[in-house]
DNA sequence: TCTGGGGTCCTAGGACCC
DNA sequence: TCTGGGGTCCTAGGACCC
């Protein structure tokens, strides 16, 4: 009878994660450093936090997302080093490469972590705590880096067990073994279960992933809604809703472009504010251009001094990929919600839903707009050799930016002119 | 504790259309 | 005129992740 109900086969999923990256990149850059409480991500007196620590200042109390100067407190003898994210980037690029040769179903799920399916790589790799110890030793010659593996039948299992496995280790949990494995452990450690998550489920006297397993689905659902569907699944150790059902490797592009930037004095400056706007909006749109995506909407973050934060965003009739647009759809909005005078913390420039070609209005605005991509393509070209600072666009300079006209729709400057300093 | 920067996903309300 | 129900798009905010 059982034989029409063949179970679900079961996957063998890989999760690597790099241990203490940030930190172990920069120790390849600087030897010195090892073994030595080290903070990645600012000097001790600035405005921001940890992003990643080292073991030893670990000791202290000092973890990533804690401010720098927190960290400073607990760990006074901690060396302080400004982060390096083209070293990430690269190094991460080393490990994908390691990683490729393992299985072809490989998805980097940050810069420092990748899930692998070794679904039917036994013939290839042996047994998977065999393949993880030569993933291991591979990773260790080509990188020069440490990672932990966790093995398990999901994503979810995979992911946990890494973090178990840490730092420089393997751990494999057998199929069937999953619920038992996760019963003890605190809520937290359940990937989507944060902050607010934790301390509503301790409300409830929830506090371990076996209390959470106990409870009724339906009680669940009723509670946090889809959500709670989904928690009760994970709390069996299934990949239940959303990203994680996914298969390991399905192709997932990019849905936003963002950057911000956080004075290190809060400022009311308008022309420094609106520079600062121009300067992010130009950083989007050359990462547009890069990706060849042109976006339809247009989004300003703005961060106060008591750290109240606003959105406000616009979508165009036709999607773009060219700094001045951006640039004055965002100064639009910020002239709209800035009340002059009130000190800003943080301002942001995003750019959103993607389409892959700007619709054309007429062979004359396409001429106009092919100007204007030929002349940032060469700015771009130039800040690659000199540096993001050393091209500003004309209409960078502050005051002489031209109101959108007929003629000129974009708010551009007439002339496809860029001046290098 | 005085709180970065880059993302993803979800919810919820209102506009608008049929 | 005293009012429905769905679908979709847009916007704003918030939780969460590394």
Not at 13 to 26: G, K, Q
Request: aromatic content about 6%.
């Amino acid at each position: 009878m059982a034989a029409f109900h063949t179970p679900a086969p079961s996957r063998t999923i890989f999760h690597v994660d790099m241990d203490a990256f940030f930190v172990s990149v920069e120790e390849l850059y600087d030897p010195s450093l090892k073994g030595k409480p080290v903070v990645v991500g600012g000097q001790r007196h600035e405005r921001g936090v940890v992003s990643a620590a080292s073991y030893a200042a670990r000791k202290f109390g000092v973890h990533s997302a804690m401010p720098l100067r927190t960290a400073a407190k607990l760990c006074p003898q901690a060396i302080f080093v400004d982060g390096h994210p083209e070293r990430y980037r690269e190094c991460s690029e080393k490990v994908y490469i390691v990683l490729t040769t393992f299985s072809p179903q490989v998805e980097m799920a940050s810069i420092d972590e990748a899930y692998l399916d070794m679904t039917g790589t036994a013939r290839l790799h042996g047994p998977p705590l065999r393949a993880a110890h030569k993933l291991h030793q591979l990773m260790k010659e080509k990188t020069r880096l440490n990672c932990s593996v966790g093995i398990g039948s999901s994503r979810l299992i995979a992911k946990v067990s890494s973090a178990q496995a840490k730092p420089n280790g393997v751990l494999w949990i057998v199929s069937g073994e999953e619920a038992k494995f996760l019963a003890p452990l605190d809520v937290r450690e359940i990937p989507g279960v944060g902050k607010v998550m934790e301390s509503r489920l301790h409300g409830l006297g929830i506090k371990k992933v076996g209390d959470l397993a106990r409870l009724e689905e339906a009680d669940l659902e009723e509670r946090f809604g889809k959500w709670g569907l989904a928690l009760a699944g994970k709390a069996r150790g299934e990949d239940a809703g959303g990203w994680f059902d996914a298969e390991v490797g399905a192709d997932t592009a990019a849905k936003s472009i963002s950057h911000e930037h956080t004075y290190n004095e809060d400022t009311d400056d308008e022309s420094q504010l609106e520079a600062t706007l121009m300067r992010l909006s130009e950083m989007v749109g050359r990462r547009l251009r890069e990706s060849s995506f042109h976006a339809r909407t247009v989004q300003l973050k703005l961060r106060y001094t008591d750290f109240t934060t606003i959105t406000r965003a616009h979508s165009l009739p036709v999607p773009t990929q060219l700094d001045g647009e951006i640039f004055s759809q965002v100064r639009l909005l910020f002239r709209r919600n800035w009340k002059p005078g009130r000190q800003v913390r943080l301002l942001g420039v995003q750019a959103s839903s993607f389409e892959a070609q700007a619709e054309q209005i007429s062979l004359l605005e396409g001429g106009r707009q092919q100007r204007w991509k030929d002349a940032l393509a060469a700015a771009d070209r130039l800040r690659d050799k000199f540096g993001e600072s050393s091209v500003k666009l004309a209409a960078g300079m502050r005051g002489n930016f031209r109101e959108r006209t007929h003629e000129n729709p974009a708010g551009l400057p007439g002339k496809g002119q860029t001046k290098a300093k």
